[in-house]
């Protein structure tokens, strides 16, 4: 009888040591670059210093602002919840559902002229890729909205996104494919527009290359006027050239300099 038992014991013991260890989630997956949803777009979003009276000698670094502003604009207006409901989510604890079997962040977002959101931002592990869901809640509006969806390795060096329009229109708006890499300090992401409408297909690139004197790099493709603008800058100087076929009829860069005056190209 006592042999019995010992064995029972033992038994019970070795399914409980097992079931604990089926359940160990290890470590929760990286977080994906807040760039990788919002690039930094400051640099443009700045006036030219002295209104209507320096446009002309302006004009290059203003039209890159307003190239890059189209698409800056979407990100901190139309779609700023699910940006910022991403980009504080990095701030945020992670717990694992044993239930479920995803990681799980929860917090809750206040964003200027919009209001107060509850954020349920999810991570389904499966070996090195990674599933991304952000459910956003509004008191009085509604629940669990999926409004930004993603995929990643488990390190978060490279993986997509997808923005929807909003609770009232669960349409893809943008999309986004992104990689980062720290060892040679280069990361990129390139935004495309998925809604219908005359920018549907329309794209921006960003890079930011670490090594390069113009660190930063934007190719707009503008699939309604079918043109190309290629923007260089230097985060740190504010210099930098610009190209576009349709605005400039000419194939030439058209650089402006660290005030932001028109200069020749070197």
């Known amino acids: 009888m006592r042999k019995l038992a010992f064995l029972l014991s033992f038994s019970i013991l070795f399914v409980s040591c097992n079931k604990d260890e089926e359940v160990d989630p290890g470590n929760a997956p990286a977080m994906p670059p ?10 443009f979003s700045g006036s030219d210093g002295d209104g209507g009276g320096r446009q002309m000698v302006v004009r290059n670094w203003v039209y890159a602002a307003t190239s890059v502003g189209v698409y800056s604009g979407i990100l ?3 779609l ?3 940006v910022t409901a991403f980009k504080l989510a990095v701030n945020q604890e992670a717990t694992f559902d044993t239930e479920t079997k995803l990681w799980v962040w929860t917090y ?7 209001g107060s959101y ?5 991570a389904d592990v499966d070996g090195s890729d990674v599933t991304w869901t952000g459910y956003i809640s509004k008191a009085g509006g509604f629940t669990d909205f999926v409004w ?11 993986g997509t996104w997808t923005l929807y329009e909003g609770p009232d229109k669960p349409n893809p708006w943008l999309s986004s494919e992104w990689s980062k890499s720290e060892v040679d300090g280069v990361a990129d992401v390139t935004f495309t527009v998925e809604k219908p409408g005359d920018s549907f297909g329309s794209s921006i690139s960003y890079m930011v290359d670490a090594g390069a004197e113009l660190n930063r790099n934007v190719t707009i493709i503008d699939t309604n006027t079918e043109n190309t603008i290629e923007v260089l800058w230097s985060a740190e100087n504010s210099n930098g050239k610009i190209k576009s076929q349709v605005f400039f009829e000419d194939n030439l860069y058209h650089c402006w300099d660290i005030t932001l005056n028109d200069v020749a190209c070197e």
């Not at 807040?34 to 640099?43: E, G, L, Q, V, Y």
């Open 148 to 158: 930004f969806t993603g995929e990643s390795n488990f390190m978060a060096n490279a």
């Open 34 to 43: 807040s760039t990788s949803i919002a690039p930094n777009f400051d640099d």
């Open 108 to 114: 809750d977002i206040s964003v200027p002229n919009s």
């Open 76 to 78: 901190s207006g139309a």
């Open 80 to 82: 700023v919840v699910p």
């Open 118 to 122: 509850s954020v349920k931002l999810t």
